[in-house]
Each structure stands twice: as structure tokens, then as C-alpha cells.
């Protein structure tokens, strides 16, 4: 089966952490993940300038090293991140920003592709809140 | 048509759990996570609503969330993560309450 997986939480949330999780038991599984989407405070999990204390779990990294591992399709929403500073270097390039934290693997693109994701897949399944 | 209700919220900062059972469909399910589980907590209210929703068989929690909480409850069948996955493709929509 196929599955969309959209996030709305940062890595710092429980609930990226849950989505992790279930992102990985569905692979395990022998299902597909037809796209990972990231929006509204989700983005946060795609900056690549998220510093994790030493105790604690990187999440961040943990997704950035699932999506890369499993040649994912991570798709960050544009105008969320751009709200958020999340910014790839053609965003930073047009709106004269001085940093760039969003590279490969992760994607800007639109609402739309969260849309498509969900036509594609046989489930979508929303991870956010606590 | 069903529904599998995902909550995390605990339920006494919000209604949602409450909401959801108001309009549960009669072969829907609800799986707790995160702080969602303190519902299954002995002696509150939230407890006593899901007790007269009568959800035999149709209420789960997820089991390290419950375990991180110190919820040992027989109301709500425990599940993992392989399990999570096959509840959302038992039902036809997996429905969020973020």
C-alpha cells in the first residue's frame, strides 16, 4: 500500500518524532511512501541549522538520514517556510537573505503537492499537536 | 465508510476527545498517543467518557506513549508502531485531530 505522510509539527514536537516512527514501520512493512510533506511549524524539521542539545534525540537529523536512505520524496511547503526562514539558495538568492538552511534532500514546492500526494496514496495520514 | 481517530491532545486542556466521540461513526476506532493516553488514567473523567462510549475492540493506545506515562490500563488495546500501520489500512480513512 501507499502511503502520504504530512507533518505540522518541528523535530523538537513529539509528534515528528511519531511520524518518524510510523514513516519507517510503513517502509518495514513492505508499504511505499508515496511523499513526505512538511507544513505549517513541520518545516522546522527540514532546516538544516537545527542544533539538537547533546542529550537529547536529533530528530532533524534522523529525518534528513531516513529520507536520504530510502531516496524519499520530502516536500517542504513553500510559503510555510518562507513565513519561517526556511530558505533554499534560489529563496535566499530572490529575497536577498544572507543565509540558506534548507538543501538536498528536502524540496520547496506547494500546497498542491500535498493534494497530489494524497490522490496518489491509499492513505494519508497527518501527524501534529503534542 | 470508516475512521480511524488519531488524538494526541491531552484531554483536559481541550475537548477534543470529547468532540470525537460525539461524532463517532459506529465502526470507527480512536488510537491514543502522546498525552491522549492520560485519558485511560483510573478515576478521572475522561476515563468514566470512554468507559460509557463503549469501545470494545475499537479503542487503542499507542503502547510506548502509554508506557512513558506509566498507563497500564485494560480499557484501550496496546499497540506499536507495525501495528499503527495496519490499524491505518484496516479503516478506509485515518483522521487526525491535530
Known sequence: MKFAIAV????????????????????????????????????????????????????????????????????????????RGVLDATEANRYQRPAVNLPAPWELSGLGQLHEAAQVADRLVCFGGD | MTTLHVISHSPFG??????????????????????????????????????????????FALAEDAQARAIDSTLAEAVDYPAFVELSLRFDKVNSWL
Open chain 1, 8 to 83: 505540522f509539527s518541528p523535530a523538537h514536537a513529539p509528534s515528528s518524532r511519531r511520524a518518524l516512527r510510523f514513516a519507517e514501520a510503513a517502509l518495514a512493512g513492505g508499504h511505499q511512501i508515496a511523499r513526505l510533506f512538511f507544513y505549517q511549524d513541520g518545516v522546522h524539521s527540514a532546516s538544516a541549522n537545527v542544533v539538537t542539545p547533546q542529550d537529547e534525540l536529533d530528530v532533524a537529523a534522523q529525518w534528513r538520514a531516513f529520507i536520504e536512505g530510502n531516496q524519499l520524496d520530502a516536500v517542504v511547503c513553500i510559503a510555510a517556510a518562507l513565513r
Open chain 2, 14 to 59: 481541550d475537548n477534543r476527545l470529547a468532540s470525537c466521540l460525539r461524532l463517532l461513526g459506529t465502526d470507527d476506532a480512536i488510537l491514543l498517543c502522546g498525552d491522549a493516553v492520560y485519558a485511560l488514567r483510573a478515576g478521572t473523567a475522561p476515563q468514566q467518557l470512554l468507559q460509557t462510549a463503549r469501545l470494545q475492540h475499537r479503542l
